[in-house]
C-alpha cells in the first residue's frame, strides 16, 4: 500500500475501489521513483480492506486466516463519540476490533512481518489477534472546498472494524479516553 514519489494524486472524482463514490484519486505505478513508507497509497489502500488483500503480499486473504498486530478493542459507541460514523444496525456497547486503514494479514505475514519490521518489532502496541468474520468498513471523508454552495462527501481512506461478539456495558466510562 505505499505510495510512491512517481504516484501524484490526481484529484477527485467517481473510483470503482467505492463503488463509483467520489474519492482522491491516485496515479497507479509501483515502483516508479521511491517509496514514501509513511504514506499510503489512496486507491492501494481501499481496494486492500474492500477486496480483504493482504497489506504484506497483496494476496486475498481467506476467512479463517485474517490477522491483525495493530487493532484496538473498542466499543461502537466510543468511536462514534469520535465522529467515526459506525453503521446504526451495531450497537454501541457492541465492541469492534479497530483495525484502522490497515487490512487484516496472513499469518504467514504478520510473522515475516514481525520478523523483520523494526518499526513492529520497536512497538510496544503489537499485538496480534485474530480478525472477525465479520465487519464494516467506515468510509473517512476529506474536508473540502463548497461547491455549489454544499461540500460534497469525498473519500480519502477506508476504516475497517471486526465485529466481535463481545459487548462492554460501561463503553460510556472510557468517552474521556
Known amino acids: 500500500m505505499t505510495s510512491w514519489t512517481g504516484e501524484a494524486i490526481v484529484g477527485v472524482g467517481p473510483c470503482p475501489s467505492v463503488r463509483g463514490r467520489l474519492a482522491i484519486g491516485q496515479i497507479q505505478d509501483a515502483g516508479c521513483g521511491k517509496p514514501q513508507y509513511s504514506k499510503n497509497h489512496m486507491v ?8 480483504m488483500l493482504c497489506p504484506m503480499c497483496g494476496e486475498p486473504t481467506a476467512p479463517g486466516d485474517r490477522w491483525t498486530e ?4 473498542v466499543a461502537a459507541g466510543v468511536l462514534r463519540s469520535r465522529g467515526i460514523a ?27 512481518s514481525l520478523l523483520h519490521c523494526p518499526h513492529l518489532r520497536a512497538s510496544p502496541d503489537v ?38 461478539r463481545t459487548v462492554d456495558r460501561r463503553w460510556r466510562l472510557n468517552l474521556g479516553r
Open 127 to 164: 499485538r496480534v489477534m485474530k480478525f472477525p468474520e465479520t465487519w464494516s468498513v467506515i468510509p473517512l471523508l476529506v474536508d473540502t472546498d463548497a461547491v455549489d454552495g454544499h461540500r460534497p462527501d469525498v473519500i480519502g481512506f477506508l476504516q475497517l472494524c471486526g465485529l466481535t
Open 70 to 73: 495493530v487493532a484496538k478493542l
Open 86 to 112: 459506525i453503521a446504526t444496525a451495531i450497537d454501541g456497547d457492541t465492541v469492534l476490533l479497530d483495525a484502522g486503514s490497515i487490512a487484516p494479514l496472513h499469518r504467514r505475514c504478520v510473522d515475516r
Open 44 to 51: 492501494r489502500q481501499r481496494l486492500s480492506v474492500v477486496r
